[in-house]
């Protein structure tokens, strides 16, 4: 059975000489630049097509399903964003009704826009003593199915970008129904199923469409990721298709091949290295529950391999004597400036530090250290002193107009009809731009929604803690629809 590396090694090393794409042409010599020109090939005899996969590539996505239990697997080379998209749109119909969690990824509102769907939102609970954004209900999810029964399809994220799971296996027995697909964004959860200390995968709860990142949490490069399809409320030809669309006609057989090698890993070492992690990440997280000022943040339900650190409620004493509050940036600033760890993201009261199987003792070591000595430096808030929420809560908001309609707008109306307020003055309004913090690409305003103090307010205290604010055009300042 040949592996694709080890077949595009061969490759590279023989004599054959290639009059085709890419331009390199294997030559190591034409940039001096250590890149693996040497199996960077396109499809080329033996090798097979992504597109059409029957050969070596169809092998390798076979082995990744039998790997995932799932019904068929395929190679995403443009990350978990090109998977949701094919997933969204290859499960609706233009101008249908979708059920979504309303803290899904931002490809999922672009499927939406793409697809001219009409979302319903599904909004998940809210735990304000840790600040992050909780499970979905599976409660909810049957509320509001029977509320909207022309909904097409339902898509949640789970586990979430802080590690927060739902449950999935009775969200999609609610789902299915209604003879429904279910669509679960996993893209955090590509190491599930591997070890006890993780929870299963969502395709063994039920999911019809999973999508996984190799890349975020196991041994593969960047932007690499698998879309997983059961079931039989699916239309799987119609995913199939919009996945030739959504991604290169040229798929890089680099990054192929580091899916491959990813799934070789797991299938022949998985037992070994998967018990070496959960041993050193439980070392991790037990010494890391003795922090004094900070903590580490679980949910009843929650992914391991996510190190939380919540620093809310807490101050550091600066060189006049005087105390300022503490966030989220600015633990991850000191970590990074004056530890060289560099944090996965920060929010207005946390961290997050992401882990995988290839951690190392040293590496851990290093952040409990450095957490320790930031820990001892920290005070905590009198009770009057609490600081203000800094959540990633997307706020609840009254959706006017669909994000596709809004656009139609944009395109039709007169130019007098579109202003550009400043944050203050633009409550109330209609945006018709997003907003949101990346990571972790939630948006916080979506086009189409009435703008409420609320959201206005998060993104003016987010600002002062000194992140910036995408989907915006101009910096404080948000473009709005005027109704007249």
């Given at each position: ?18 009059f ?31 597109h ?5 590539l ?16 395929h ?23 979708i ?27 809210f735990y ?64 599930f ?10 395709n ?23 879309i ?61 529950k ?95 002193e ?18 596709y ?12 009809r ?67």
């Open positions: 059975m040949d592996r694709l590396y080890k077949k595009l090694e061969s490759y590279g090393d023989s004599d054959y000489y290639g085709h794409m890419p331009g390199h042409k294997r030559n190591l010599d034409i940039t001096g630049a250590k890149l693996p020109y040497k199996i960077d090939i396109t499809e080329i005899d033996g090798f097979d097509n992504l059409h996969a029957e050969e070596i169809e092998e390798a996505q076979t082995r990744a399903a039998s790997l995932y239990h799932a019904g068929e697997t190679y995403v080379i443009n990350g978990s964003t090109g998977g949701i998209l094919s997933a969204v749109m290859g499960c609706t119909q233009r101008g249908g009704k059920l979504m969690a309303r803290n899904c990824h931002k490809s999922v509102y672009h499927a939406v826009f793409l697809n001219e769907l009409h979302p319903v939102y599904l909004y998940p609970e304000e003593e840790m600040e992050l954004n909780g499970e979905i209900y599976p409660q909810d999810v049957e509320k509001l199915l029977e509320a909207h029964p022309d909904v097409q399809a339902v898509v949640i994220t789970s586990p979430t970008y802080d590690g927060v799971l739902s449950d999935i296996k009775q969200i999609s027995e609610i789902v299915h129904k209604k003879k429904i697909p279910l669509i679960v964004d996993e893209a955090h959860g590509a190491h199923g591997f070890h006890s200390y993780f929870p299963e995968n969502a063994l709860k039920g999911a019809d469409v999973v999508v996984h990142s190799l890349h975020k949490t196991l041994p593969a490069l960047t932007q690499t990721a698998l997983h399809i059961n079931g039989e409320f699916v239309n799987r030809r119609k995913i199939r298709q919009y996945l030739h669309m959504f991604q290169t006609s040229s798929p890089s057989y680099v990054l192929m091949a580091s899916m491959d090698e990813c799934i070789r890993l797991i299938q022949e070492r998985g037992n070994e290295i998967f018990e070496e992690y959960t041993k050193l990440l439980e070392m991790t997280r037990k010494c890391l003795e922090l004094q000022n900070m903590k580490l943040v679980e949910s009843e339900e929650y992914d391991k391999s996510k190190i939380v650190i919540s620093v809310k409620g807490t101050r550091l004493e600066k060189e006049d004597g005087k105390f300022e509050r503490f966030t989220g940036k600015k633990l991850y600033d000191i970590l990074l400036r004056e530890y060289h760890l560099q944090m996965e993201m920060a929010a207005g009261s946390y961290i997050i530090a992401m882990t995988s199987p290839a951690d190392t003792k040293e590496g851990m070591e290093r952040l409990i250290k450095a957490l320790f000595e930031i820990d001892a430096r920290l005070h905590v808030f009198t009770q009057e609490t600081i203000a929420k800094g959540a990633l809560q997307p706020p609840k908001q009254e959706q006017i107009y669909t994000s309609e809004m656009e139609q707008l944009r395109e039709e109306a007169e130019q007098k579109i202003k550009r307020l400043s944050w203050k003055d633009a409550v109330e309004m209609i945006s018709m731009e997003y907003a949101y913090l990346y990571p972790p690409g939630i948006p916080l305003i979506v086009p189409g929604e009435r703008i409420s103090e609320k959201a206005i307010q998060i993104l003016r205290d987010y600002e002062k803690m000194g992140f910036g604010i995408e989907g915006i055009n101009v910096d404080k300042q948000i473009e709005v629809w005027i109704n007249e």
